[in-house]
């Protein structure tokens, strides 16, 4: 069972797919194919096992060592390392409007369980010099629950992969679309509602924090390679 497929490269993909016996994709387990264009091969990228279903296609440093996915059940989400072993927990500090939180697996209210008092961290990004991760986090608020957290404004951040220092680089985002990072690492594209500024597609430069509408719709893109 294939769920998908992205690029590593101008010549790779990753394909996820999922393994068992049976027709009850609950027992699946989750693995990382790794496909080569040119000699048209496949090999084995990570093996994802069976403890969660919903995880993310992961985002890899440019050596395609190390990624960082997130785990999710819709409501609850939190962020994991990837190898070549699979997947492993990702501890981190997180300070959101000017309140602290630890990121870890524990954000994940077991078993698709509640999670109401726990922060939520999800779509990560890899640079592409592989000094940062983008990712959005979501605060949690007193009295808002299951399906009403899907609502819950986001904020973006960025993390030291190698320090697990991390920065708050906007707040007030409903919605957003995954992160991508311009060739260049100077800038970050999503799409999403920004409170005040309303819809759309938005840049987001690293340094100054200047923020940019593109579009005023929501929309699919991508960055060409220059």
Known sequence: RYFGATAL??????IMRGCNDSQDVTKDRLELLIYDL????????????????????????????????????????????????????LRVEVTDRGRTFQVGPEL???????????????????????????????????????????????SLHVMDPKTGHTRQLLTGVRGPGLPWWSP????????????????GTWLLSRDSL????????????AWSPN
């Open 9 to 14: 490269s101008s010549r790779k993909l990753q």
């Open 38 to 89: 040119p000699s048209e091969t496949t090999a084995m990228l990570a093996d994802l096992g069976r403890e969660f279903r919903f995880v993310g296609f992961p985002r890899w440093d440019p050596h395609v060592s190390r990624g960082i996915t997130s785990v999710t059940n819709q409501i609850c989400s939190t962020l994991y390392w990837v190898d070549r072993e699979g997947l492993h927990p």
């Open 108 to 154: 994940f209210g077991m078993k698709g369980g509640d999670c109401a008092a726990l922060p939520r961290a999800d779509q990560p990004a890899w640079s592409p010099d592989g000094r940062e991760i983008a990712f959005w986090f979501s605060s949690p608020k007193p009295g808002v629950v299951g399906q009403a957290r899907l609502d819950l404004p986001w």
């Open 184 to 199: 260049n690492g100077r800038w970050i594209a999503f799409s999403g509602s920004v409170d005040g500024s309303g819809s």
């Open 210 to 221: 200047k923020l940019v509408r593109l579009t005023d719709s929501l929309s699919a893109f």
